[in-house]
Nanobody
Framework: QVQLVESGGGLVQAGGSLRLSCSVS????????MGWFRRASGKEREFVGR????????VYAHSVKGRFTISRDNAENTVYLQMNSLKPEDTGVYYC?????????????????WGQGTQVTVSS
């Protein structure tokens, strides 16, 4: 079992920054990829970015590329999502997730463990 806990959400003005954290515990050797997803009100949950744990390669959604960055602290078993130049359309509940899929997926259905989510609100 893997437990994920997000933190760092909040209210920020457009153009501002936030850093989300995802603390991971449990059977941390059992997953290959950490992903970030978000769900805006009334919309489907969508992929934001992911990091392959071995090697650290990252992939981002087109809508956040160049503004968001995923990083990690191995010693703390924590993954971060640095969000810069935030826009009102970035508003939503952000989730971190862990996948056991060896293919480093971007599809939410390939992720096995999820955090509870943290709210990010960007005001215009």
């Amino acid at each position: 079992q893997v437990q994920l806990v997000e933190s760092g959400g909040g209210l920020v003005q457009a153009g501002g920054s936030l850093r989300l954290s995802c603390s991971v515990s449990g059977r941390t050797f059992s997953w290959t990829t950490m992903g970030w997803f978000r769900r805006a009100s009334g919309k489907e949950r969508e992929f934001v970015g992911r990091m392959r744990w071995t090697g650290g390669s990252t992939v981002y959604a087109h809508s956040v590329k160049g503004r968001f960055t995923i990083s990690r602290d191995n010693a703390e078993n924590t993954v971060y999502l640095q969000m810069n130049s935030l826009k009102p359309e970035d508003t939503g509940v952000y989730y971190c997730a862990a996948s056991q899929n060896v293919g480093a997926p971007t599809d939410q259905y390939d992720y096995n463990y999820w955090g509870q989510g943290t709210q990010v609100t960007v005001s215009s």
